[in-house]
């Protein structure tokens, strides 16, 4: 009896096709998000798991699906899958690292860029018809911050946080890092996370969120930021102080902020920060670029294809249940 495989998703790619092969694959057609309630009823039976990182997989739905041997979520970040709970039950966990490296890593220098720029602010100017003889290319007109030769502290100098840094060179910025474990990468100075934040005219987020980085960066550590500065995340939304951060781009400490991801997704409209018009945001799109998906969704089916032909997965978030 071939094994059954739930994914939560059309995806797009060429392995996803080959994945069918190997199993019975049950596609969720719908456009939209599934709900916890369908997502338990859909896989109830089944071995494996094809996921985003929008399905919640948590000990709840563990229970409830005894049967299954293999979860693979379309995201390198897995916040919302309970690591703990998988790797106690021999669950395999995949994920997507590597692939997704610099399209996220553009994705925070577009943020960056426009953030500092002013670009949709600029953008909004135009089309609304304000852009008059009167104001035109006078010498302080949308006047914003300068990337070119700034400072720019990473956050987390993982995979992305280094093609930050690299793009960051081009730009002739001054490069500093904060990182839990020690790292050493060329034209780039590691501080602590408070010497980062003092020094910084630019700071890009690039940890995964988990208990030991959410609020990550709370109302203390948006204090220490350089005045004026401009904050970007292309990580997390949990990992930043909303609502502090919030406080700060309004009363006018911080000059700007680029945010991609939000403590809730999709983000509330009576969310401070879309008040703002010093914040550039957008909607979890930092991976979204048509070759990185594609190839996001290929890993995640090799993962899978790994797993129902008893090898090990290309790229595993829990190899221990390898067992070495
Ligand atoms: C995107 O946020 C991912 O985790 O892949
Ligand atoms: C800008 O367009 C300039 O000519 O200085």
Same mark, same amino acid.
């Given at each position: 009896m071939p094994k059954k495989v739930l994914v939560t998703h059309q995806l797009p790619?060429?392995?996803?096709?080959? *994945?069918?092969?190997?199993?019975?694959?049950?596609?969720?057609?719908?456009?939209?998000?599934?709900?916890?309630?369908?997502?338990?009823?859909?896989?109830?039976?089944?071995? %494996?798991?094809?996921? *985003?990182?929008?399905?919640? @997989?948590?000990?709840?739905?563990?229970?409830?699906?005894?049967?299954?041997? #293999? =979860?693979?979520? !379309?995201?390198? %970040? =897995?916040?919302?899958?309970?690591?703990?709970?998988?790797?106690?039950?021999?669950?395999?966990?995949?994920?997507?690292?590597? @692939? *997704?490296?610099?399209?996220?890593?553009?994705?925070? !220098?577009?943020?960056? *860029?426009?953030?500092?720029?002013?670009?949709?602010?600029?953008?909004? #100017?135009?089309? !609304? %018809?304000?852009?008059?003889?009167?104001?035109?290319?006078?010498?302080? #007109? #949308?006047?914003?911050?300068?990337?070119?030769?700034?400072?720019? %502290?990473?956050?987390g100098l993982g995979d992305i946080g280094q093609a930050v840094a690299r793009r960051a060179a081009g730009f002739g910025m001054e490069v500093l890092a904060w990182n839990r474990s020690p790292r050493e990468v060329a034209g780039v100075t590691m501080v602590t996370l408070e010497e980062l934040l003092a020094r910084s005219d630019f700071v890009s987020v690039h940890v995964a969120l988990n208990d030991g980085t959410r609020g990550l960066l709370d109302k203390k550590r948006i204090a220490l930021m350089k005045a004026d500065s401009v904050l970007v995340n292309t990580a997390r939304g949990g990992i930043v102080d909303e609502a502090a951060l919030a406080a700060a781009l309004s009363s006018g400490r911080l000059a700007a902020a680029g945010i991609d991801v939000f403590e809730r997704e999709p983000v509330a409209m009576d969310n401070p920060l879309l008040a703002l018009p010093n914040v550039v945001v957008a909607p979890h799109i930092g991976s979204a670029s048509i070759r990185t998906r594609a190839r996001m969704a290929d890993v995640a089916a090799d993962n899978a294809i790994a797993a129902l032909t008893g090898e090990r997965m290309p790229c595993c978030f829990n190899p221990e249940v390898y067992g070495g």
């Open positions: 790619g060429e392995r996803i096709r080959e *994945l069918s092969r190997y199993c019975e694959m049950n596609v969720w057609m719908d456009t939209g998000l599934l709900s916890a309630e369908a997502l338990r009823e859909e896989l109830a039976g089944c071995h %494996g798991l094809l996921c *985003l990182l929008t399905d919640r @997989v948590d000990r709840e739905l563990l229970d409830a699906v005894p049967t299954l041997e #293999f =979860v693979s979520s !379309m995201s390198v %970040g =897995v916040d919302h899958v309970d690591v703990d709970a998988l790797t106690a039950r021999g669950i395999a966990l995949g994920h997507t690292p590597g @692939v *997704l490296v610099d399209t996220t890593a553009d994705t925070a !220098m577009a943020l960056m *860029l426009a953030a500092a720029r002013r670009v949709v602010e600029a953008d909004h #100017f135009v089309r !609304m %018809g304000n852009w008059t003889p009167q104001n035109a290319w006078a010498p302080d #007109f #949308f006047t914003g911050k300068d990337v070119s030769g700034a400072t720019l %502290g990473i956050i």
